[in-house]
């Protein structure tokens, strides 16, 4: 079975710092995605990447920044962490079009 | 823009009973839908993958349909049970931009 792994379950971290959240697949899949989770909004997507160092914004990049430099790698970075950045982030992957998304079990980060 | 609705937003059920879950979407343009579960402060866990040109996938007491034309699909749950409990989402695949739209989910709750 295809794995998705994030690094924490469980982050806090302080306003201001910089904050990276990891995200490594082990079943060579191309395309990699950053999701946030927050009730009543669903689920939204941050940033996706195609291959190695490709990326794309998604509906609500502001305030991210993300890193691919290996295939099974995807980093979420949030440049100067906010309380509003407060939530469940989710890391999928897949490969091509036909095939569903794999999630990873989630960071439930909170800024204080 | 794809619009992904799922009807009801909360449903609580007797143990053993069958269940339908309801998803419609607002363009047919889609590679394939996916039903994922998620259970409280955890990811999300695939249960079915349905392709455009699919109409049903089963997977134990678990059957997905789609309708793509009239932008619609059904969770059919069979004899239902307390562990059911959770929260099930649908997703579908874009053609234009790669990535997955959710809904919003729909929250079981199955009583012994």
Partial sequence: DVKVTQSSRYLVKRT????????????????MFWYRQDPGLGLRLIYFSYDVKMKEKGDIPEG??????????FSLI???????????YLCASSWDTYYGYTFGSGTRLTVV | KQEVTQIPAALSVPEGENLVLNCSFTDSAIYNLQWFRQDPGKGLTSLLLIQS????????RLNASLDKSSGRSTLYIAAS??????????????????????GAGTRLTVKP
């Fill in chain 1, 64 to 73: 991210y920044s993300v890193s691919r430099e290996k295939k099974e790698r």
């Fill in chain 1, 16 to 31: 201001g710092e910089k904050v990276f959240l990891e995200c490594v697949q082990d079943m060579d899949h191309e395309n």
């Fill in chain 2, 81 to 102: 049970q307390p562990g059911d409990s959770a929260t099930y989402l649908c997703a579908v695949r874009l053609y234009n931009n790669n990535d997955m739209r959710f």
């Fill in chain 2, 53 to 60: 040109s699919q109409r049903e996938q089963t997977s134990g």
């Fill in chain 1, 78 to 88: 949030l440049e100067s962490a906010s309380t509003n950045q407060t939530s469940m």
